[in-house]
């Protein structure tokens, strides 16, 4: 891994078939150990039930809140500062409950790739 700065302001914002919209900050050859993305649900918007095989993923609430339904767990609210840990395997959603965006970022381990993403719906 190199020294360096990765700026969202740099990266492309997109929507995905999740139904949020992605900013991948992090996500290269370069630090294979980890990627960082920004994650933006719009207001009254559920994102489709997926889980990712031989990916840990971690959610860090920024802005907004929201319900998340992980696994086997009830459904839960969460907010501004709450992080959630997913284990690789299991299936998650998150609705946003507010007015405003709900953003967080997804910090995953190893790297996110599309070939670990499993869309559940």
Request: overall charge negative.
């Amino acid at each position: 891994m190199e020294a360096e700065i990765k700026r969202c302001q740099d990266v492309l914002e997109f929507e995905t078939r999740e139904r949020c919209h992605v900013c991948e900050v992090a996500n290269d050859a370069g630090d294979a150990g980890v990627s960082v993305a920004r994650i933006r649900v719009a207001p009254g918007v559920t994102t489709a039930w997926h889980l990712l095989q031989g990916v840990d993923e971690r959610y860090i609430i920024v802005s907004g809140g929201g319900r998340l339904e992980l696994g086997d767990l009830s459904p839960a609210a969460v907010a501004v500062g709450d992080v959630v840990r997913i284990p690789a395997g299991t299936r998650q959603r998150i609705a946003n409950a507010g007015p405003d965006d709900l953003v967080f970022w997804a910090v995953c381990t190893p790297r996110f790739t599309p070939a670990c993403y499993v869309h559940l719906e």
